[in-house]
């Protein structure tokens, strides 16, 4: 009879199991597999570009295709040449009708005028940001004229500004001669963008409160403990504070002044007087809808895509440097 413990030898068993063959604790923590993921997997990856697909499919329906119809459409002729290829006659004379030539002109004129037309709705949106007194009824009168339609908004400056019209009552009153606003090639164009300004600077004003949410307070609770006045907060706080605002607010600004004014132009000026208050758009509509030369329409369109397209990718430019500075 042998000696000692008798009793066969047990090997430990893991914890939570009391019979069956041995598991990988590092087995158990890790989830099964279940049957069919990657299908689920595929599917997800998918999902974005199926919800996408709908509004591409649109965009390419109703906007790029009708675009490139108009590119390939510039390249022919109109009245005896109509469908007949003329290539690129109709650019020819685009560059050589004055009335083109103006209206690219006050394009450039429109570029100038740019930084007048942020600077406004900036300085105004800083004022309510500081809590002048007023500032709540300020934030809603200045964004009412942003809900007016442009055929109303040119109709009260017709009345307005007309030469016999309360400006110039108030402007003899004080002893200055009536001016002939919208009669007056000379100035006529500057009337209207400024118009516009008021019309739609509302939009802006609510981009630029959208952008002081986000400044950094302690920044200008700094800089009123060291005494800085109001130009120096504004030149060294506001403006780098705001600088991805400032840039979108041109750009979007610009965009509005080529595609926007058309409303303004034909109830206040017809494109007058003289043809100086012409802009592309008013011009595209003249040669289309007046001038029967849809061909001709169609090169101008394209030579307002181009002048978009530089400033979309101006925005981009733009947009790319301020990610890189922040």
């Given amino acids: 009879m042998p000696i000692g413990n008798t009793q066969p030898s047990v090997r430990p068993a893991l914890a939570g199991r009391t019979d069956g063959p041995a598991v990988d604790p590092a087995a158990r923590r890790r989830p099964a597999r279940r049957a069919g993921s990657g299908g689920g997997l595929r599917a997800e990856r998918l999902a974005p570009y199926i919800l996408v697909a709908p509004a591409v499919l649109i965009i390419v329906l109703l906007r790029l295709y009708p675009l490139l119809l108009g590119v390939n459409f510039s390249f022919t002729g109109d009245g005896t040449r109509n469908g007949t290829a003329v290539g690129i006659d109709n650019y020819r004379e685009l560059l050589t009708d004055p009335l083109f030539r103006t209206a690219l002109g006050n394009v450039g004129w429109l570029v100038l005028l740019l930084p007048v037309a942020v600077a406004i709705p900036g300085l105004l949106a800083t004022f309510i940001y500081l809590r002048v007194p007023g500032h709540r009824v300020y934030r809603s009168v200045y964004f009412f004229p942003a809900v007016l339609s442009p055929v109303i908004v040119g109709a009260i400056f017709n009345l307005l500004l007309a030469f016999d019209g309360p400006v110039n009552a108030v402007l003899g009153a004080v002893g200055v001669p009536p001016t002939d606003w919208l009669g007056n090639p000379d100035i006529a164009m500057f009337v209207?963008?400024?118009?516009?300004?008021?019309?739609?600077?509302?939009?802006?004003?609510?981009?630029?409160?959208?952008?002081?949410?986000?400044?950094?307070?302690?920044?200008?609770?700094?800089a009123r403990v060291d005494g800085a006045s109001l130009p120096q907060v504004i030149r060294h706080v506001i403006i780098p504070g705001l600088s991805r605002t400032i840039q979108f607010v041109f750009v979007t600004t610009m965009i509005g002044m080529l595609?926007?004014?058309?409303?303004?132009?034909?109830?206040?000026?017809?494109?007058?007087?003289?043809?100086?208050?012409?802009?592309?758009?008013?011009?595209?509509?003249?040669q289309q809808g007046q001038m029967n030369r849809p061909a001709l329409a169609s090169a101008a369109s394209t030579v307002l895509f181009v002048i978009m397209l530089v400033v979309g990718l101006l925005q981009i430019q733009l947009l790319r440097r301020a990610g890189k500075e922040s």
Wanted: aromatic fraction near 16%; hydrophobic fraction near 55%.
């Fill in 259 to 286: 595609t926007s004014m058309f409303g303004l132009l034909y109830v206040m000026t017809s494109g007058g007087p003289e043809g100086s208050t012409y802009l592309p758009e008013y011009y595209i509509w003249i």
């Fill in 192 to 222: 209207v963008v400024g118009v516009h300004v008021w019309a739609t600077f509302g939009m802006s004003l609510v981009v630029f409160l959208a952008g002081f949410a986000t400044l950094d307070s302690a920044l200008l609770d700094a």
